[in-house]
């Protein structure tokens, strides 16, 4: 994650997509978001950008004090304060009269029709927002207007995202980590293309010197930094720093670190359960005492204060934000053939899918998860899912005889008996690549389609890459000493293996999900388990349909592992992810692709 992003992340912005604009011929009209466009649907935010989508057509855009700008289809135009400007056909046109204009509010958002007959343009406009308290500097030194265009293969991933954006109205902190690679992106152009002699925060960013001291402040901030460190590792002086430090962004190098400590530590106060000691010492306090004088003098009140205020207002916007209910699951207990207690659910009507257990499961815990929810809700539309913990983790028996892939395989089949299922699909994620594969190469007339998402048919112990096993026998090491504790950070080390694209919050959940469904000894244990599964030699006669998936910078899985499954199982095809992240999150565009191209593949 680069500097821009970690600005962007640390804003936790919301967002939504509220008009659905269809113009014609000539027209125009005086644009800007206002109390009225968001009554509806969401609480409006402090601090608005708005943009506006063209999918088809093309559009002036004119700001006082600017030259028009145009924009044609595929692109987007970024207002970052949300200043009054008119969408026109062509400049100097007068911006028509609100009689002129049809409005229509429904389904989620409002309808506008305006102009006159000719030439149709389409535009979905929408807003990223965020408190006051949350707002950066680089905002405040963006340009009024910024402008996308995306060509190619980016084309059609912004049109892809705009259109799930728009028509599946996901939740407001969806559409703003979608948005915010757009503005992101739209943000880095501009820096890019920036005049010499300019100044200021996003000049800071093109800096040499500046951008890698900001790059160390924000990856390091809880360590005792200083000016004559920083300047020695950004390759000048410490005076040349601290003048194009406090020249292009406002203020000293220090006083930007302590701002960023403090923006860590509110996000750490609402995004995790955190007490505040702990959170005091996350971002570099030797005391809580001193970290709540800190916090108090930088946002008007104590720590514990703030975090009771901003759990009441999230609970006040949460009550505008309709969420789509999960069916009910339903929770049951069957016996495997050794006599280990396996607990496995059911939610969902209609043809099944039964999920393969991975590293970790807790089907409790992960109900209504925030790295879950997304899977259970795809799953169960017009379907019903079977979800099971595996033997030694969740609710399934701890201590148990044997922990083995010829176990794990009798685990799916025990559950799958006893629902006396004749027939369903299979989804494996991880680990559970290796057992559906096994079970499918035995029971060919069960499994109907096969989904594989960051699978491998060897563990890594059989894949015997020396960085890999020296890497995963430090993550033993740390997991026999500190996984139980209170202090999640040996757990943190697992996380970021697994979801480095998360937020504080989903990070959270994964770092208390471990803790809570397995002991030391069997996260110890499965992991070596895991480590020497081998199926290599049964993918050849899979016969079931199979679909693979794979994130090309999956962390902990290799992306070659996915090209392996692929390339050896007969006729399965291979769909590869842009993303890093071993458990597909519901904001990422690869979980978009992933959950379009599922569907299609498992239509009767």
């Given at each position: ?7 962007l ?11 659905d ?5 000539d ?9 009225d ?35 044609e ?17 062509r ?21 506008v ?8 343009t389409e ?9 006051k308290?949350?707002?950066h ?15 190619g ?5 912004l ?15 969806i ?16 820096v ?7 100044e ?9 010197a ?6 160390i402040?924000?990856?390091?901030y ?55 000691g ?20 930088e ?17 006040a ?18 016996t495997a ?11 969902g ?6 999920k ?24 169960t539309?017009?379907r ?34 006893r629902l ?20 499918a ?45 209170d ?16 937020s504080?919050k989903q ?34 006669n ?8 794979h ?54």
């Amino acid at each position: 994650m680069d500097i821009l992003d970690e600005i962007l992340s640390s804003l936790r912005l919301n967002g939504g997509v509220v008009i659905d604009g269809e113009f014609s011929g000539d027209y125009c009209v005086l644009a800007q978001f206002t109390p009225d466009h968001f009554a509806p649907f969401f609480p409006q935010p402090d601090k608005l950008i708005s943009y506006h989508y063209v999918r088809s057509g093309r559009m002036v855009i004119e700001v006082e004090g600017l030259q028009p700008t145009v924009v044609e289809a595929g692109g987007i135009a970024i207002l970052a304060r949300n200043d009054p400007h008119l969408l026109a056909s062509r400049a100097g046109l007068h911006p028509a009269n609100a009689s002129e204009v049809g409005w229509v509010t429904a389904d989620g958002v409002h309808r506008v029709k305006s102009g006159t007959d000719g030439r149709k343009t389409e535009v979905w406009c929408g807003f990223l927002g965020a408190a006051k308290g949350a707002v950066h500097p680089l905002l405040e030194a963006l340009p009024p207007l910024l402008t996308l265009n995306a060509s190619g293969g980016e084309a059609q991933w912004l049109d892809s995202s705009m259109r799930f954006l728009a028509e599946e109205q996901p939740s407001p902190e969806i559409v703003a980590r979608q948005a915010e690679l757009f503005l992101a992106q739209a943000i880095r152009e501009y820096v890019e293309n920036l005049p010499p002699g300019s100044e200021g925060w996003l000049r800071g960013l093109a800096d040499p010197a500046v951008s890698r001291a900001l790059s160390i402040i924000h990856k390091r901030y809880a360590e005792d930094l200083d000016v004559e460190g920083l300047a020695r590792e950004a390759g000048v002086s410490r005076s040349v720093l601290g003048e194009r430090f406090a020249e292009l962004l406002g203020e000293p190098p220090m006083r930007y670190c302590a701002r960023w400590r403090m923006r860590i530590a509110q996000n750490l106060l609402r995004d995790t359960d955190e007490n505040t000691g702990n959170i005091a010492f996350a971002v570099g306090f030797a005391s809580e005492a001193a970290f709540n004088r800190a916090f108090k003098r930088e946002f008007g009140e104590p720590p514990a204060s703030w975090r009771r205020r901003i759990e009441d207002e999230e609970r006040a916007i949460a009550q505008h934000t309709a969420v789509e209910p999960l069916p009910p699951q339903r929770v049951h207990y069957c016996t495997a053939r050794d006599g280990t207690r396996l607990a496995y659910s059911s939610s969902g009507e209609g043809p099944p899918v039964v999920k393969t257990a991975n590293w970790l499961n807790h089907i409790e815990y992960d109900w209504d998860s925030p790295l879950w929810r997304h899977w259970i809700l795809e799953f169960t539309r017009g379907r019903s899912l079977v979800r099971y913990d595996e033997r030694g983790n969740g609710l399934s028996d701890w201590n148990t005889p044997e922990l083995s892939l010829e176990a794990f395989v009798d685990d799916l089949s025990s559950v799958v008996e006893r629902l006396e299922l004749p027939t369903f699909d299979l989804l494996a994620i991880s680990q559970g690549a290796a057992v559906a594969i096994a079970y499918a190469v035995r029971n060919p007339e069960r499994v109907r389609r096969l989904i594989i998402c960051n699978g491998y048919a060897q563990g890594w112990a059989r894949r015997a890459d020396p960085a890999e096993v020296a890497r995963r026998q430090a993550m033993l090491t740390l997991t026999e000493v500190g996984w139980g504790s209170d202090n999640a950070a040996y757990r943190q080390l697992f996380t970021n293996h697994y979801i480095p694209g998360a937020s504080p919050k989903q990070m959270g959940w994964f770092n208390e999900m471990q803790r809570m469904s397995a002991s030391p000894e069997n996260a110890a244990k499965l992991q070596q388990v895991l480590s020497e599964f081998d199926v290599t030699d049964m993918l050849p006669n899979v016969r079931t349909p199979t679909l693979v998936f794979h994130s090309r910078e999956d962390q902990a899985v290799p992306f070659a592992q996915g090209e392996a499954l692929a390339g050896a199982i007969p006729g399965a095809a291979f769909v590869p992810l842009e993303s890093r992240n071993h458990i597909l999150l519901e904001a990422e565009p690869a979980w978009r692709m992933f959950s379009d191209v599922t569907r299609e593949f498992l239509k009767d």
